[in-house]
């Protein structure tokens, strides 16, 4: 991003952002990451939330800094000089963060959002699909209604952070009879609900982080962890 197009505020921000890159993450982790001995981001999200660099455009309240768009791309950019692994890790909590912030329940935000920018918790988008890629509206991981949860069956592919991540925002197919766009419906499911991760991928120029299958096999998510309205997650 140009300099000069910087307000003040996202100029401090580059340079702090450029401060923790250059002085606060071991070479060593680049490396190994790099050489898929580290097959997860999270130590590099463990060092960028201790500076409070997670969130950058969430509220305050729920472990943000409650700047804008433009501010989170300066420090993307900064990020981005470690690789494709690292910038990835570090974009996924604003990936998941975007649904749970707009669209999350009040509730929801304090037990996902708040501490997955404080670093205590490791999230990942489960969007991507064997047959689909990543046609949202494609999506055949299916949610059934069952009293209050829904019962998700399925597969996953392609996720960045499905070697550790503690949840997966995940879309599925909750109402098969309709059109497309009032079929898809989208989940909080936290890994210890049964969700397996079969496979890591170690893709050229983003070995290292933690991206891979992930299946779902009679998971039982409860109801309130819908992420905004039903059949509707778009």
């Not at 509730?107 to 489960?126: D, F, V, W």
């Amino acid at each position: 991003m140009f300099d000069f197009m910087l307000t003040e505020e996202q100029r401090a921000l580059q340079n702090e952002v450029r401060d923790f890159v250059k002085n606060d993450v071991p070479s060593k982790l680049v490396r190994d990451m790099d050489q898929s001995v580290i097959e997860t981001g999270r130590p590099f999200l463990d060092l960028a939330a201790k500076k409070n660099l997670l969130g950058i455009r969430f509220p305050t309240e729920y472990g943000g800094r409650d700047l804008n768009w433009a501010a989170e791309v300066v420090a993307i950019e900064e990020v981005g000089v470690l690789g494709n692994s690292i910038a990835c890790a570090y974009v996924m909590p604003s990936i998941v963060g975007e649904a749970l912030n707009h669209f999350g329940t009040s509730r929801q935000k304090e037990r996902y959002l708040k501490p997955t920018n404080q670093g205590m918790l490791y999230s990942a988008e489960a969007l991507t699909e064997p047959r689909g890629g990543s046609d949202f509206f494609g999506a055949t991981t299916k949610a059934i209604k069952d009293g209050d949860s829904f019962i998700l069956n399925g597969e996953k592919r392609f996720i960045v952070g499905a070697k550790e991540a503690d949840y997966f925002l995940v879309y599925a197919n909750s109402n098969p009879d309709a059109p497309a766009h009032q079929s898809i419906s989208c989940f909080i499911v936290d890994r210890d609900r049964g969700v397996e991760d079969q496979a890591i991928y170690s893709l050229l120029g983003t070995r290292g982080g933690g991206t891979g299958r992930i299946v779902f096999k009679d998971v039982r998510v409860p109801a309130e962890n819908l992420v905004g309205e039903l059949h509707n997650a778009y």
